[in-house]
């Protein structure tokens, strides 16, 4: 069997590693959500005051005492545990390795390469999923915004409507606003709720009406025309956000190929000739070769990504 094959079964098995090993930590959470279920039922029966510390002390998402790297986590909207992104940046850093080791490199030289490129991906790939669910929660925003402001028009209480918007909107905003009702209904304060939705969600335009909010409870005042100038504003960012990743997408389908290139020839070349990189394994330039690739790669990728990148 061919070289490459084994270095693409192996590349296969990690791959079902990972999955399987996400799978396994989503069954393990299945209780949390049996418990999360139980919480929704709060108004169809009286829960003493112990029993809702203990519940939330379980709780995850009521946990106040987050550090950094679990609200960035939360923020992903992943239900994962920190030892299972740790198998998986094991299972990435041995992917990486694997080819390293093949063209006989030293193992001070594929080592920190492995140690340092496996948690590197995942961190990437849970930076690209907090921003992507960090979008659509700014995507749905208005039309919550606008859900509240009927409600408060035709004379429902601010909680009441939270509550609708809850149960008619679909992920990510809707669990998010029910657990914040979850919150208030165990006594927290309003305030105190959305600041903990805040940190959970990490959106920026989510802070003005957290301000809003804050500013109608303690001056008073017509929340409703607030809310609704507020949505019409973040409709105008999202739209203006729209168009700016719509020019620049060129930039970005240029970064994915020039990325995506090296590797790509690197594995038509080994299939159609399997002995074509062996007689480099040995080159006295192997090294400095690759260490300047990776550090190219890794600096312009950086330089196109601050080019298409821009805050509105």
Known sequence: MALWSIFALVF???????????WLASDLRSSRKAMTRRLAERGRSPVKAETVNVLRDKQDAFSLNWSALSEFLAQTGLKVSWPTLGLCAAAVAAVVAAPLWWFGLNVLIWGPASLVGGPALVAFYLMRERRRRIDRFGAQLPDALGIIVRGL???NPFTSAMELVAREMPAPIGPELGLTMDEIGFGQEVMTALSNLYARVGQDDLLFFVIAVGVQVQTGGNLADVLERLAALMRERVNMRLKVRA???EGRLSAYFLSAMPFVLFAVVSLMSPNYFTELKDGPALVPALLYAGISLVGSNYVIYRMVNFKV
């Open 12 to 22: 296969v098995a990690a791959i079902f590693v990972i999955e399987g090993t996400f």
């Open 153 to 155: 028009r035709v004379g």
């Open 247 to 249: 020019l620049s997408a």
